[in-house]
């Protein structure tokens, strides 16, 4: 993947108008409905990030066309809300266990998968990766974190899930370290303009190697990129090359 480097963030002024016009697009849908999503009919009902593109983009597709999904894997989608990735990675042949802080998110997922004919899923409430057991390991985690610089700390359910509270972040980004399996990658899309540099530090200090493996560039939410990240067992932790991080079975081998 070629993308430009990696951009500062906005002056104040510009970065408080675009918290606004992007709260305003991804919060403003209130009304519980059904969607028809990559032929799924999900339900989607208020207080859960709405899959559907804001402004001309859909954070969840971008993530979903990045996932290197494969039958018989072992996948943890954290924050699954309305559950899109989840019955996409189930319809995949994997097994799946679904985490969301909402009761709404284990109603709308069990409605949706029954319908999709992917039978009860694993899915369960709590904040984090709280939920898990403590023996509990994945192949894959997926995982749309809060983004958008901003306020922390609020309490509604909503505005926690697009602004960014980095003690969150960084918190989720520690738990999952230990519950990826040999081999295993934490994938999740994230802002240029929320990302640098703290992000790709947090990272690095908690112990990932890192690549980003896709790149979009939307309009008002700016440069987005898709980020695989794994444990840091055989290779300094910290940001590698995208063109030295994938070529192959060697590579799986010996970095992981």
């Known amino acids: 993947m070629r993308a430009p480097p990696y951009r500062g963030p906005l002056p104040a002024p510009l970065a408080a108008a675009r918290r606004r016009v992007l709260l ?3 919060l403003g849908r209130t009304t519980p409905t059904t969607i028809e999503v990559d032929g799924f009919s999900l339900l989607f009902e208020p207080g859960l990030p709405d899959p559907r593109p804001a402004l001309g983009f859909s954070t969840a597709r971008f993530l979903l066309d990045a996932l290197d999904l494969r039958p018989e894997e072992r996948v943890l989608d954290i924050g699954c809300g309305a559950g899109w990735i989840s019955l996409a990675a189930a319809r995949a042949g994997a097994s799946v266990v679904s985490l969301d802080p909402s009761p709404n998110a284990a109603h709308c997922l069990r409605r949706s998968s029954l319908v999709a004919g992917l039978g009860e899923p694993d899915i369960r409430t709590g904040d984090g990766i709280e939920p898990l057991h403590p023996d509990e390991t994945f192949d894959l ?3 749309i974190p809060p983004s958008l610089e901003g306020p922390a700390g609020t309490s509604d359910r909503a505005d926690r899930l697009v602004l960014a509270d980095r003690s969150r972040i ?3 980004l520690k738990g999952v370290l230990p519950r990826l399996e040999r081999g295993g990658r934490l ?3 994230f802002p240029d303009r929320d990302a640098t540099p703290w992000l790709h530090d947090a990272m690095a200090s908690i112990g990932y190697r890192f690549t980003p493996v896709a790149y979009e560039k939307p309009r008002v939410l700016g ?3 898709v980020y ?8 300094a932790a910290g940001e590698v090359p995208p063109g030295d991080a994938l070529p192959g079975a060697a590579w799986v ?3 992981r």
Do not use: N, Q
């Not at 695989?228 to 290779?235: L, M, Q, S, V």
């Open 223 to 225: 440069p987005v990129r």
């Open 187 to 189: 994938m999740f899309p």
């Open 24 to 26: 305003a697009a991804w």
């Open 141 to 143: 985690v997926t995982w």
């Open 253 to 255: 081998l010996k970095d």
């Open 170 to 172: 960084t918190g989720v």
């Open 228 to 235: 695989k990240a794994w444990p840091a067992r055989h290779g």
